[in-house]
Structures are given as C-alpha cells and as structure tokens.
C-alpha cells in the first residue's frame, strides 16, 4: 500500500515526541533511531487505519 511510508514516519515522529515527554516525568529519552526502528512495526497497523479511513472518506465524497 502506497500509505506505509507515510504512516510510518507519522508513527516514527509521534514516538520520538512521546519519547521528548517522558523526559517530564524522569524516564530516559527515546533516540530518533529507537523511534524508527519501532515504527516499522507499528506502521502496519496505522496504515490499516489509515487506509480504512481514506475509503471512507473517498465513499462519503461518491455519495
């Protein structure tokens, strides 16, 4: 699916930024290559989601 990319660097910089926010409350920062090399496996399913949504909204605009 032509999404993957996408939702795998979204996946990629919301866990950096997760990990930016942990510094807050005392845990360790999250490194950028820590946060990809997590992200290529919780990308599947953000593009599911992804993916899912674009259909509906492609079915909302042909009715």
Request: aromatic letters at 12%; zero cysteines.
């Amino acid at each position: 699916m032509l999404v993957w990319p996408f939702a795998t660097s979204a996946v990629a910089i919301n866990l950096f930024m997760l990990g930016l926010l942990w510094q807050a409350i005392g845990l360790t920062v999250l490194p950028p290559t820590t946060a990809v090399w997590l992200s290529l496996p919780l990308g599947l399913p953000a593009t599911w989601a992804a993916a899912r949504w674009l259909r509906g909204l492609l079915k909302q605009a042909e009715a």
